[in-house]
């Protein structure tokens, strides 16, 4: 009886791992599952951190390009604002200047005005004697 025995506990042994075996390759097989889906997120979590970091240079480059941008306009502006200036004190010279050659042309033509009449009085004079 000792070899049936024997024979039963071996038999319910190998059952037993084969039991083992089976649910430790399921769990492998379910451990290679979990490794694949592992690697795809990786795969597309560095796919994302490389994107983010081509979007974050060609952003910095467009910054940098605004910034030369943004300077090159405020050294316009300024340059307009001082040349705006320049314009409206040339304005303000030529109004002037205009003002005085009006003030000028009147005295010129009111005294034109006495020498005719001064002329005149001569020509009465003369003619009278």
């Keep these: 009886m000792k070899f049936e025995d024997t024979t039963i506990a071996n038999d319910r042994d190998i059952k037993a791992l084969t039991d083992d075996i089976e649910q430790l390759r399921q769990q492998k097989q379910i451990q290679n599952h979990e490794n694949f889906e592992i690697k795809t997120q990786l795969k597309l979590t560095e796919d994302n951190r490389d994107q983010l970091k081509r979007d ?24 307009l604002k001082r040349y705006l200036q320049d314009e409206q004190r040339d304005k303000e010279i030529s109004l002037r200047s205009s003002d005085d050659l009006r003030t000028k042309l009147k005295n010129v033509e009111n005294e034109k005005i006495d020498l005719r009449q001064v002329l005149e009085e001569a020509k009465q004079r003369i003619l009278s004697k």
């Design 56 to 79: 974050l240079i060609e952003s910095n480059r467009r910054v940098r390009e605004y910034e030369e941008n943004l300077t090159l306009q405020r050294k316009e502006i300024q340059d």
